[in-house]
């Protein structure tokens, strides 16, 4: 079992920069696929971004692409979303979720531990 803690979410004006970090328990972190979702109020979770369980492949929702970065270090069991030139619509409550031997999936439904989400607010 996998537990996932989502840190480094806060207000941030548009065109700005965070971190977000998932630190995640336990010894078998390299073997799952992480991904980024989000929530805004009234609306349903969406994909932002996931890593395969190798790290060699990454994926991206188009409203992030070439915005923000995924990446993982399996030697600190925690997984990355770097994120700039924000806008206030990235404004969401962002998860990250756990797969077993994930390629990097879209569906939600394929990942099978989640955190408990941080908040982003990017202002106008």
């Known amino acids: 079992q996998v537990q996932l803690v989502e840190s480094g979410g806060g207000l941030v004006q548009a065109g700005g920069s965070l971190r977000l970090s998932c630190a995640a328990s336990?010894?078998?972190?390299?073997?799952?696929?992480m991904a980024w979702f989000r929530q805004a109020p009234g609306k349903e979770r969406e994909f932002v971004a996931a890593i395969s369980w190798s790290g060699s492949s990454t994926y991206y929702a188009d409203s992030v692409k070439g915005r923000f970065t995924i990446s993982r270090d399996n030697a600190k069991n925690t997984a990355y979303l770097q994120m700039n030139s924000l806008k206030p619509e990235d404004t969401a409550v962002y998860y990250c979720?756990?797969?077993?031997w994930g390629l990097g999936s879209r569906p939600a439904s394929v990942y099978d531990y989640w955190g408990q989400g941080t908040q982003v607010t990017v202002s106008s």
């Open positions: 979720a756990a797969d077993l």
């Open positions: 336990g010894r078998t972190f390299s073997k799952y696929a």
